[in-house]
């Protein structure tokens, strides 16, 4: 499984049945209602977008750390915490957009 997109559909679940999904590059879980710990998706290495705006979601965001080919991260309205500490100097190279806000509306 390469790519998933749920965006806007009554699936509900949580991140842990993601866990074995090391070769994801795209999930789109926004809106709907999944919940769990960012940390399940940290053996998919190969992660380059991340949407999951509007869900209760949870965990730190340093977990984001772990995917170096990241590119587009969407976390608004979920439970994720964390700060933009020195270890992001160099940690995402391909991050080009990273939302935390609330406002996002996806």
């Not at 009554?10 to 709907?32: H, M, P, R, W």
């Not at 209760?56 to 995917?67: D, E, I, M, T, Y």
Request: net charge neutral; proline share 1%.
């Amino acid at each position: 499984l390469q790519g998933l997109s749920l965006h806007g559909t009554a699936v509900a679940g949580n991140l842990e049945a993601l866990e074995k999904a090391t070769k994801l590059q795209q999930l789109d879980l926004s809106g709907t209602a999944v919940a769990g710990n960012l940390e399940a998706l940290e053996k998919a290495t190969k992660l380059q977008q991340l949407y999951l705006s509007g869900t209760a979601v949870a965990g730190n965001l340093s977990v984001l750390l772990r995917f170096a080919g990241i590119e587009v991260v969407y976390l608004g309205r979920t439970q994720v915490h964390g700060s933009l500490s020195e270890a992001w100097r160099g940690g995402c190279p391909k991050l080009r957009s990273l939302t935390l806000s609330d406002a996002w509306q996806g």
